[in-house]
């Protein structure tokens, strides 16, 4: 047995984390007389570290009979820190704001779980529940296929809901079960902890790893978990895995945390969090890109780190659900930003079994208009402002419209649920700085005009990419047989960047406290492109004669090329994509670009360079570049993923599609023009799918022509499109696509 006032807990956080605490009894709870006794050997005591708080918030509920009083007194007298749940009627305690605890018959999620209290029970070792319905834990989808509980967004095992009342801030909880984790289901105030019960990663590049899990310890009996509440308590859910099974709960800590990191990082950070329009894209996702991705390029990193913490298919309810904003919040320090971006995922209406995403789901992206503001008023923003730390709202942009009719005019996509209007109205009502994307988003759509929009938005046709995602590979079009108009390019993923920028630094001006900080970040010439309104040194790639109009149709091709320095402009900043191209310029373009020696390349003379010749050049380079197909050439990415993986994109999914060209050589009507010196390099070209037929394509649909066209002379336009694709077949499939070397 151990003397002691302060009762100490082990907990553990990846490889070795302890963190320590002295129980003090909150002010709102009831008070017992308190004198020197033996604590039980229920709890463990460890030394102290510098994560406890200074004040030593802690609160420890104890369901257990025996556990926290003095046997021999006849005065039952609390060990320094407990609350006794456990009473001598047996009966269960409702919360009430006077105790400060209890338990609750409605939960705190959006949309609020309801439980029976009348099913929780108490024994000598603690408070359980049972529930004897097993059809409660048949989880299929419409296929009738089994869901893994953490792949499942409809489930309601039942259970009971604790509450403890704490100021908004960073808690470890901790609860000590009966049955350990084989029987026992936990979370959160609505989190679904039960997804990161092991090491994973936010991003699909694994760059940024899931810093906070939610562990099972002491046997797997005892589950500990590190959340930041916005709400002024927590609700701990404690539901059984399976039926006709006892699940019960013989103590919870509450431990405060630092509101501050106490060690001070070198460098402040800056984070994004939002959807598929922010996300950090990989090559085989290519050409997809998120303004989040390539908003790091207008900071100096020397002074700030910049951390995407975006993934496809998320809202804000699936985004704290998941525990992506809490781990944010953990590993941020006071004075860090948070750009929060949400909008297009809240406007889910699914209803599929077992992974329903609508806003009825227990766990799941859907929102109504008052969820929306809810989860911005009182989960996200006072959670951001405990921990120290800046938010910064942005209205998500518009939704293109895909495929416009002549006379088309871009406009707010969000006529259903006015989630920009009320991002926008939220921020003023309480204080926040906002970025208004949504608006500048249609201002730009109708400054580039129709065949600007379209070029850029997600439209593709064959030999655009070789990028492969759950839809399958884009090397033929795009699978889902549309031009996607949420979606978009590296070319608008800049401009939007930029105007995020704009707008901080237009709140800046106008006197918002909040972003000063921020806007010290910046470049030098990203500050100089803000106050004279002039981008051409921040985006050199960007040219004259490819924003707007037919000279747009490749412009994100070509800006890749020029940034890549293996295209330029003239004098004058034009690309002239028309012109024609010539055999040396593509060769050495393309020896650049593989990393290859373009003397090797051999037998060819500086001309206008033909289909047939590019389709020569290719293989040549090709040969010398690969000793085995690139992994684009394969099926590589297996089958698709499923709805609630990390990694997943609900917007990109269908069925699997090929990378080799729909129309075999033979198929080829004009084959036979090909010159003889040229026919059996052009041949292996076409089938390894380095050349696709020009003929009869069209974006947004998998078409491939039956015409080589061998002797057409190629634009510049049209071997920046080859060279892109060809760049993209030899990058790493994991890896970001925001490559600048």
Known sequence: MKKSFEIIGTFKKGAALTLAFVMILCGSVNTFAVKDREVPDSVEVIPANDRVTEDGFARYFDFNKNSGFDSDSSEKVLTAGYVPVYNDEGTVPLFSEEKGYGFVSETCAMPPRKVDTSDVFVKDNGFFVNEPDESRFVMRNDKGEDIEQSKCTTYDFGGMVFRAAVEPGAYLISVKTTGGKDVTSMSVSGMQTTRIETNQFWDAAKLVPVENIAEWSDNGKRWSFSFVSGLPYIDIEIEPKKANTDVGIEAINIIRIFKYRPIKKEKPTVFTLGDSTLKSYTFDEAPMCGWGQVFDRLFDLE?????????????????????????????????DYVLIQSGHNDERKGTAKGTADGENARFGGGSTEEMYKKFITDYYIPAVKSRGMIPILVTPMTRAEGKPSKNYVYKNSFTNRKFPQIMKETA?????????????????????GLSGTSAIVLSLEAGETPGKTNSGSYANGNPNLKVDGTHFKEALAKQYARMVAEEIYKAYKNGDENVNKFVGYFKSDVIKALEENDWSEVYPEVCADTVSGFGAYYR?????????GVMSKDKDGNFNPNDDMYVEEYIDALAKLWNIDSSQIRGYRNAKLTREVMASVLYDAYKLRFSEKPAYMTDYNGTALSPDDPNYDSNLVGEEAQYYPLAGFGTLIDSDKIDEKYFEKAKEAYNLGLIRSEWDIERGDMRNGNKFSPKQVVSRAKAAKSLYFVWVLSMPIKSETDWLE
Do not use: A, F, H, P
Not at 430 to 437: A, F, K, P, R, S
Not at 559 to 564: A, D, N, P, R
């Open 556 to 564: 994100n091709q070509i800006e890749k090329m020029v940034q890549l």
């Open 428 to 448: 003023e009502e309480i204080g926040v700085t906002l970025v208004d994307l949504n608006k500048r988003s249609v201002e730009y759509l109708n400054e580039i």
């Open 303 to 335: 002074k700030v780190n910049v951390i995407n913490y975006s993934m496809g298919g998320r809202s804000l309810k699936s985004m704290y659900q998941e525990g992506r904003l809490n781990d944010i919040l953990l590993k941020g320090q006071e004075g």
